[in-house]
């Protein structure tokens, strides 16, 4: 599997609806035997409005109209034997219960509506992010990969976290960034991070190169997706990133850390971060603050799996507002390799959060294998 997704919404095919509409017709049965075996008196029809409202709430108009009608016939077959249909308070009962079923099923109208424009929303912002986040090579060299994103925004996947691989001389260059901002306005900046990132790959294979000229084109770009300005303006586009040569012979990495969370080695149950002596500016602020960008060299031999990761992951809360423990977590789950890592660690994170998380969240396992022969 190339790439991940954790889709954590309720999917409800044609057979779990038939089920759930077995409840609504269940409660008419069970109100119209109850009122009918109770004293002339007593008055059961109200609670048959529940019948078309429960409906309506995961059914269509269609399905939604159809259990109005059955409460309806039921209240009247109940009306009829306790005092006769055309009794005051029988007539009131039916036609409030007449009314709101018509307006439950117009709700329940509109409600469709808006869930086919939602999957269709959701359907067109996953297409444009797998054209513009190309998916990872599950093998390149002696390496593993396995990706994976989680959008904060569900009707709308798009953000701006990024990750992309590509080879260069005798290994393999990774990156992993995070846009300034959240949702689909980042999302034009981070493709053109990417875009410059496979580019000057090919024509820059110096990795301190590659990294300068990212930050010359941030900076340019700007918010806008024009020249920066000056002032207030200045420093609005930026993009904290970690990137990262492994070289396939030897047993090290080198990473140029700009502003990121610091990537982490998981090996036999414990794990190292990988924390430089000196973080760079992010790209796009490295003109500004007047710095460069030094990579550092770090073990990374077979067996090791290197987690790479955005700031939605670490910055996850729980109920009490707690952090998620990336480094306790992680621990004893690289052995089952990246794939496994990152499914796992999906599932708690999204446990961990309740559900929702506050931001986009990208995160790339790259296991080192043995060298083929």
């Given at each position: 599997?190339?790439?991940?997704?954790?889709?954590?919404?309720?999917?409800?095919?044609?057979?779990?609806?038939?089920?759930?509409?077995?409840?609504?017709?269940?409660?008419?049965?069970?109100?119209?035997?109850?009122?009918?075996?109770?004293?002339?008196?007593?008055?059961l029809?109200?609670?048959?409005?529940?019948?078309?409202?429960?409906?309506?709430?995961?059914?269509?108009p269609?399905?939604?109209?159809?259990?109005?009608?059955?409460?309806?016939?039921?209240?009247?077959?109940?009306?009829?034997?306790?005092?006769?249909?055309?009794?005051l308070?029988?007539?009131?009962?039916?036609?409030?219960?007449?009314?709101?079923?018509?307006?439950?099923?117009?709700?329940?109208?509109?409600?469709?509506r808006?869930?086919?424009?939602?999957?269709?929303?959701?359907?067109?912002?996953?297409?444009?992010?797998?054209?513009?986040m190309?998916?990872?090579?599950?093998?390149?060299?002696?390496?593993?990969?396995?990706?994976?994103?989680?959008?904060a925004?569900?009707?709308a996947?798009?953000?701006?976290?990024?990750?992309?691989?590509?080879?260069?001389a005798?290994?393999?260059?990774?990156?992993?960034?995070?846009?300034?901002?959240r949702g689909?306005?980042?999302?034009?900046?981070?493709?053109?991070?990417?875009?410059?990132f496979h580019?000057?790959?090919?024509?820059d294979?110096?990795?301190t190169?590659?990294?300068d000229?990212?930050?010359?084109?941030?900076?340019?770009?700007?918010?806008?997706?024009?020249?920066?300005?000056?002032?207030?303006?200045?420093?609005?586009?930026?993009?904290?990133?970690?990137?990262?040569?492994?070289?396939?012979?030897?047993?090290?990495?080198?990473?140029?850390?700009?502003?990121?969370?610091?990537?982490?080695?998981?090996r036999?149950?414990?794990?190292?971060?990988?924390d430089?002596?000196?973080?760079?500016?992010?790209?796009?602020?490295g003109?500004?603050a007047?710095?460069?960008?030094?990579?550092?060299?770090?073990?990374?031999?077979v067996?090791?799996?290197?987690?790479?990761?955005?700031?939605?992951?670490?910055?996850?809360?729980?109920?009490?507002?707690?952090f998620?423990?990336?480094?306790?977590?992680v621990?004893?789950?690289?052995?089952?390799?990246?794939?496994a890592?990152?499914?796992?660690?999906?599932?708690?994170?999204?446990?961990?959060?309740?559900?929702?998380?506050?931001?986009?969240?990208?995160?790339?396992?790259?296991?080192?294998?043995?060298?083929?022969?």
């Amino acid at each position: 599997m190339r790439s991940l997704r954790f889709l954590y919404s309720l999917q409800e095919s044609p057979r779990h609806t038939r089920v759930l509409l077995a409840v609504p017709f269940a409660l008419i049965v069970v109100v119209t035997v109850v009122d009918l075996l109770t004293p002339p008196g007593v008055h059961l029809g109200p609670f048959l409005v529940a019948a078309p409202a429960m409906t309506a709430s995961f059914a269509g108009p269609r399905s939604t109209a159809f259990a109005g009608a059955v409460a309806l016939a039921a209240d009247a077959v109940v009306a009829d034997a306790k005092g006769g249909i055309t009794d005051l308070n029988h007539l009131y009962q039916l036609a409030a219960l007449f009314l709101t079923s018509v307006f439950v099923t117009f709700f329940a109208r509109l409600r469709v509506r808006r869930e086919r424009e939602m999957t269709h929303l959701r359907w067109m912002a996953r297409a444009v992010q797998r054209v513009v986040m190309r998916p990872l090579p599950g093998r390149t060299g002696p390496l593993r990969i396995a990706s994976a994103y989680l959008a904060a925004e569900t009707e709308a996947p798009l953000g701006g976290d990024l990750y992309a691989v590509t080879p260069v001389a005798g290994g393999t260059r990774v990156i992993i960034g995070d846009v300034r901002g959240r949702g689909p306005d980042s999302m034009g900046e981070a493709a053109g991070v990417l875009g410059a990132f496979h580019a000057l790959a090919r024509r820059d294979p110096q990795l301190t190169a590659s990294v300068d000229r990212l930050d010359a084109g941030v900076s340019a770009a700007g918010t806008a997706g024009g020249p920066r300005g000056s002032g207030e303006d200045a420093g609005e586009a930026f993009v904290t990133a970690a990137v990262i040569d492994i070289d396939h012979a030897g047993p090290e990495l080198r990473l140029v850390s700009c502003g990121h969370p610091p990537p982490l080695v998981v090996r036999a149950g414990r794990v190292r971060s990988l924390d430089v002596r000196e973080s760079a500016p992010p790209l796009g602020l490295g003109r500004l603050a007047g710095g460069g960008y030094t990579p550092e060299t770090f073990a990374f031999g077979v067996g090791d799996v290197l987690l790479l990761y955005t700031d939605g992951v670490i910055e996850a809360r729980d109920a009490a507002g707690r952090f998620y423990p990336l480094s306790d977590r992680v621990a004893p789950w690289g052995a089952n390799g990246p794939e496994a890592l990152l499914e796992r660690l999906g599932a708690d994170l999204l446990r961990h959060a309740g559900g929702s998380l506050g931001g986009d969240a990208a995160m790339v396992a790259i296991e080192r294998l043995p060298a083929a022969g």
